[in-house]
């Protein structure tokens, strides 16, 4: 009864559409001036928006059927990229089609007045669409790949990066903070380019000589490349909007900082390209959103997990598109879950195509990036001594890869102590003594993170002096819990000691040194060995065993704090002696290397870990090392406040007046028209969103128009927030170019933002006879004065010779528009 009834209602609707008062067609239209906008060429005069977005005029008595159907969809789905979906009966959607289909019919006919567009017409729309996005990149690749070989030496960071790929194509194990993606990739871009690994990227400012360096550059380039496409596209996505997607290309395009970071053997443009992608993939994910399971369905959504693996397995602060995927998933399932005219065995396909596109197969490719990293780096390097000494037993050339040596410790053995936290490194000495007023002035104990014969300590009883215990003639004596012995370090004879003086760093922590000659020193020199979970009594097994060294007149036990200790103590990390005796990582050591040649070796192949082991400690090292990192002498860091309004820059070559010089720094015009935007965006989009939860009546463009604000713009406000709050809550050193993933988005919001504003103005102006030149001229003045803008400041990205903007004589004299530009 019910389904008859809605059929009946929808065939009233269907014969009460208002005629045209002679009785041929449709009512007459508004008398307002009709315009009609480039970019738009698929809708007739007076529409401002692609169909999805223009509502049709509706008679009143046909509102209340219409509201039972659903709404058309919207650009880039609802609050977070998801179509709002009112809940329907059984029946409810036959109805919805039925006044579905007169509505459009109607509505084609009030619209249309003039006929289809022929074929032709369509195929060279279509054809100019492809020629404006291929203009794009191609200008796009111009501005990324000019000049690309200069200057032929080491730019800021590329030490770092260029010499991890090195590493990658000699397999060399190496630490670093990050994920290791974008390394791979760099390494593979020099091997297929020709690079053979063996420059040393010892420093900024070395030439490169003979060595092939522009294959890595040149990946990278192609890559920053492709942001711009990728971000026109979006927001044409979003906005369905010509003029707001070239917008978006041209501030990108015109950017020196987005230019400056993509000439670089750098992470950044590989981590902005995942970024992209994964943006656009989700955009257009959303778009098929009303044909579920379809091919393209499919592709975007799988595509969409690829690029967010990518962009994890680049740098953690990938993380930040995750969370705003996430955000948009959970919103599109829960309107979904609304749609009562979907049944659980389709809520259940939905819920299950998303866990196997946007976490399985993420995770799967995440996983893989590791496998291949360890499998790569399979010999020992400078990143061995970050590990556990069972992770260390893997790598080809360490000292314990195939390694034999004796089980037990024993007493005249030499020996390395490492401490179980990650990152912390090996208990070390040095013939350097701590300065005046930072406790006794006495040789300094701190550990160290890479090997080093400092390192080596001789374990001694605490009573005896005379006997070798490495006599042929004297009986093996091994270390057992519970024993007091001195820890001697072997290259200065001093012993391991500890007194009531207060540690350089750390508050009411006491401080340990070397003390004592040739071995002599007095009973602050005494140490109780405890093996955790152990018997008195048990022998201390080397490697395995985890244990603890105590102070025999103070009672406080030794550890690291993991403080940098300053320029005097080498910036290596500060040992204490700690008097809470909770056990923690930082006061719990194992003894590595072992030499004593009275003993017998057994083989360590028994303590070489799985691969879920080695990946969960290289994430712990990695997280440890990202909190840690300190800034580089003579190193501009920055506050994440000074990033939007472009505050200051960084040198990425060149200080004086004759070297060539390269500054980072944002194209001021783009980046503080950006910072305008956001305060207009949020202004604008909070009046249309009180008018439309008070339910103010909007005229048809009007109404377009806001949804494209609140819902394509809201996307992109919740990507810039996602890519830029986060950074005020980090305590590790932050560097300007941390902001730019947050300014592609800010860049896009901007591009959609104004051409939606003088869309409106042109609206509000159309009785006048120039009203549809406002949007055409504002569109142009932005492009124009962009342009401009970067032919003043583009010698900031492609290098400087010559004065300094100080001197009146130099070309960028006038151009230090603040004091805080040191170009």
Not at 350 to 360: G, P
Request: proline share 6%; with cysteine; charged share 15%.
């Amino acid at each position: 009864m019910l389904c008859a009834t809605s059929r009946l209602l929808a065939a009233r609707a269907a014969s009460a559409l208002p005629a045209h008062p002679r009785g041929r067609g449709p009512a007459p239209r508004s008398r307002r001036r009709e315009l009609h906008f480039p970019g738009h060429p698929e809708l007739p005069p007076g529409d401002f928006l692609a169909g999805r977005f223009a509502r049709p005029s509706v008679p009143a008595g046909r509102r209340a059927i219409l509201r039972r159907g659903r709404m058309p969809p919207a650009a880039g789905g609802g609050l977070a990229g998801s179509e709002l979906r009112p809940r329907k009966g059984r029946c409810g959607s036959q109805a919805a089609r039925a006044a579905g289909r007169d509505v459009t019919t109607a509505a084609a006919t009030a619209r249309s007045p003039k006929r289809p567009a022929p074929p032709s017409s369509r195929r060279f729309e279509a054809a100019g669409r492809w020629a404006l996005l291929a203009l794009v990149t191609l200008t796009s690749f111009a501005t990324r790949f000019h000049r690309l070989d200069q200057p032929p030496h080491i730019c800021w960071d590329e030490t770092h990066f260029g010499k991890m790929g090195s590493y990658y194509i000699n397999r060399t194990f190496f630490f670093d903070v990050h994920p290791p993606l974008g390394k791979m990739l760099i390494g593979l871009a020099g091997y297929l380019s020709g690079y053979d690994g063996t420059f040393l990227f010892q420093k900024p400012g070395d030439n490169y000589e003979h060595h092939s360096y522009m294959g890595m550059r040149g990946f990278c380039a192609f890559l920053g490349a492709m942001l711009v496409p990728f971000a026109y596209l979006t927001v044409l996505e979003l906005s369905r909007s010509l003029p707001a997607a070239l917008l978006t290309a041209a501030f990108l395009t015109f950017d020196t900082g987005c230019l400056t970071l993509s000439q670089y053997i750098l992470l950044d443009p590989i981590l902005m390209f995942f970024i992209m992608a994964a943006m656009l993939s989700m955009v257009k994910y959303n778009s098929c959103a009303n044909r579920p399971f379809s091919a393209p369905w499919w592709f975007w959504l799988s595509l969409t997990g690829i690029n967010l693996a990518g962009a994890l397995g680049v740098k953690f602060v990938g993380l930040f598109i995750i969370l705003q995927v996430g955000w948009n998933t959970l919103s599109d399932l829960w309107h979904l879950f609304g749609d009562l005219s979907l049944s659980m065995a389709t809520l259940g396909k939905h819920l299950s195509a998303r866990i196997l596109c946007l976490i399985l197969l993420p995770l799967a490719l995440y996983t893989a990036t590791y496998a291949v990293h360890f499998m790569v780096l399979n010999r020992s390097g400078p990143g061995d001594g970050f590990f556990s000494s069972a992770f260390q037993a893997r790598l080809s050339g360490n000292n314990l890869h195939n390694a034999s040596i004796p089980e037990h410790l024993a007493y005249g053995s030499v020996i390395t102590v490492k401490n179980l936290r990650m990152a912390v490194g090996y208990l070390h000495s040095h013939r350097h003594f701590y300065p005046e007023g930072v406790g006794a002035r006495q040789q300094q104990v701190t550990t160290y993170l890479h090997k080093d014969y400092n390192n080596l300590w001789i374990i001694k009883k605490h009573n005896s002096n005379s006997a070798d215990p490495l006599d042929p003639s004297l009986p093996v004596e091994f270390v057992r819990h519970g024993d007091i012995i001195r820890l001697e370090h072997k290259e200065t004879s001093r012993n391991l000691h500890s007194h009531y003086h207060e540690a350089p760093l750390t508050r009411k922590h006491y401080q340990v040194t070397g003390y004592g000659i040739n071995g002599s020193g007095d009973s602050n020199d005494f140490w109780r060995i405890e093996v955790i979970n152990r018997k008195f009594g048990n022998r201390v097994k080397v490697l395995r065993s985890r244990i603890r060294l105590v102070h025999l007149v103070t009672g406080c036990v030794l550890g690291s704090s993991g403080k940098v200790l300053p320029k005097w103590g080498w910036e290596q990390l500060e040992v204490t002696c700690t008097p809470y005796l909770k056990e923690t990582l930082s006061s719990i050591w194992n003894v590595e290397d072992h030499i004593n040649p009275k003993l017998p070796n057994i083989s360590l192949d028994v303590l070489r870990p799985s691969f879920p082991e080695i990946m969960l400690e290289s994430h712990m090292v990695m997280i440890r090392g990202n909190n840690g990192l300190k800034p580089k002498d003579n190193e501009f860091t920055s506050k994440p406040w000074h990033w939007p309004i472009n505050f200051q820059g960084l040198r990425f070559s060149g200080v004086n007046d004759t070297d060539f010089r390269v500054y980072l720094l944002g194209n001021p015009v783009v980046w503080w028209l950006n910072l305008l935007s956001l305060a207009l965006y949020i202004l604008s989009a909070s009046i249309f969103a009180v008018a439309v939860q008070r339910g103010v009546r909007l005229p048809a463009e009007v109404k377009g128009l806001s949804q494209v604000l609140l819902r394509g713009g809201g996307q992109l406000l919740l990507g810039w927030m996602m890519h830029y709050f986060p950074f005020f809550l980090m305590g590790r050193v932050l560097y300007f170019h941390h902001y730019f993933p947050a300014m592609l988005f800010s860049s896009m919001l901007t591009g959609l933002l104004w051409d939606t504003l003088l869309r409106l103005s042109a609206w509000s102006l159309a009785s006048y006879p120039l009203a549809r030149c406002v949007h055409t001229l504002g569109i142009l003045s932005l492009l124009l004065g962009t342009a401009y803008s970067f032919y003043l400041f583009h010698p900031l990205a492609y290098g400087m010779v010559g004065p300094l903007a100080q001197d009146p004589r130099s070309p960028m004299a006038g151009l230090r528009w603040l004091e805080s530009w040191d170009f």
